[in-house]
C-alpha cells in the first residue's frame, strides 16, 4: 500500500485479556521495526524484522510479548495476560533496507494503535 | 545514562518566528546518524531531517536545518519562520552504527505556535 497500515487504531482491553495488534508494512520493504510509546515519552524499540525472521528481540519487555512476521509482509504483535502498564501507542515502521538507508529518509511510520487496558 | 536528551518539554513560539529545539546526545561509537521527526496529534512519525556523523555540513530541509555541533555532541532543529501547522511534538532519535536498524529516542518537545 502507499503507507505503513495499522489495525486496530484503538483497542481497550481487559486485564489478564490477550490482544493482537497488526502492522501492514509498505510493499517491498523488508525490514519492519516495532516501537512503544508511552504516554509524554519517546519510543522505545520492542523487535526488529528483517524479512520473516527478527535478529533482535531484545527490547520485548516480557515473555507476555511476542511478534510474527509472514509473508516478509504484514506483522503481528501479541500481548498475552495484558497488565496495565502494557497501555501505550504501539508504533510499527518499515523501510527498504535494515538501516533506512544513507540519508534515513526510509523509515515510514503507521500512525500507531492506542492500547488501553483498563 | 540517557542517549538523547531533549531539555525543553514545551515551548511556545510566535507565529514568523524562528525556533531552535534542543537535543543533545551520547555515544561512543563513532559512526551514528541524527534524526528529527514530528509527530502531529494524528499520531504518525513523520520524517523531518538527517545528519550523519560524517557529514561536513549542516543538513537542511525547506524551512527546517540541523544545527550540528559534533564536539558538544548536541543536533538542535531549527525550523524558520514558523507556521500554525508545525504545531507538534517533535522527536530526536540516534541510530548508533553497531545497532544500525535501532532508533534511540528523546522524550520529545510539545511545539505550539501561537497566532
Known amino acids: 500500500g502507499a503507507g505503513v497500515s495499522q489495525s486496530p487504531s484503538n483497542k481497550v482491553t481487559e486485564k489478564g485479556k490477550d490482544v493482537e495488534l497488526r502492522c501492514d508494512p509498505i510493499s517491498g520493504h523488508t525490514a519492519l521495526y516495532w516501537y512503544r510509546q508511552s504516554l509524554g515519552q519517546g519510543l522505545e524499540f520492542l523487535i526488529y524484522?528483517?524479512?520473516?525472521?527478527?535478529?533482535?528481540k531484545s527490547g520485548l519487555p516480557s515473555d507476555r510479548f511476542s511478534a510474527e512476521r509472514t509473508g516478509g509482509s504484514v506483522s503481528t504483535l501479541t500481548i498475552q495476560r495484558t497488565q496495565q502498564e502494557d497501555s501505550a501507542v504501539y508504533l510499527c515502521a518499515s523501510s527498504l533496507v535494515g538501516t533506512g538507508g544513507p540519508t534515513g529518509h526510509g523509515y515510514t511510520f503507521g500512525s500507531g494503535t492506542r492500547l488501553t487496558v483498563v | 545514562a540517557q542517549k538523547i536528551t531533549q531539555t525543553q518539554p514545551g515551548m511556545f513560539v510566535q507565529e514568523k518566528e524562528a525556533v531552535t529545539l534542543d537535543c543533545t546526545y551520547d555515544t561512543s561509537d563513532p559512526s551514528y546518524g541524527l534524526f528529527w521527526y514530528k509527530q502531529p496529534s494524528s499520531g504518525e512519525m513523520i520524517f523531518l531531517i538527517y545528519q550523519g556523523s560524517y557529514d561536513q555540513q549542516n543538513a537542511t530541509e525547506g524551512r527546517y536545518s540541523l544545527n550540528f555541533q559534533k564536539a558538544r555532541k548536541s543536533a538542535n532543529l531549527v525550523i524558520s519562520a514558523s507556521q500554525l501547522g508545525d504545531s507538534a511534538m517533535y522527536f530526536c532519535a540516534m541510530r548508533e552504527g553497531r545497532s544500525n536498524y535501532q532508533l534511540i529516542w528523546g522524550a520529545g518537545t510539545k511545539l505550539i505556535i501561537k497566532p
Open positions: 524484522f528483517q524479512g520473516n525472521s527478527a535478529p533482535d
